[in-house]
């Protein structure tokens, strides 16, 4: 499982996930639950609709952020 968390700038988590033009991005091993940073992804035009699509590209299944909004997904 690949997992997103956006961030505001390199180590502070951002405060919305459709506005955030970076995030983290982890593996997660599904059988060892051992986890794995894969590095950083930039997205050059973050909004909704937009940023889901790319992670999306990216192979990313779940995002752990501060506030999604129904139209972000």
Partial sequence: MRIAIPLADAGTL????????LFALYD??????????????NIADPGCGRTS???????????????VSENAV
Avoid: M
């Fill in 14 to 21: 951002a405060e919305e996930f459709s506005r955030a033009g």
């Fill in 53 to 67: 699509s790319v992670l999306r590209e990216h192979g990313v299944e779940v995002v752990l952020g501060h506030r």
């Fill in 28 to 41: 997660v091993h599904d059988e060892t639950r051992a986890v794995g940073y894969i590095g950083r992804q």
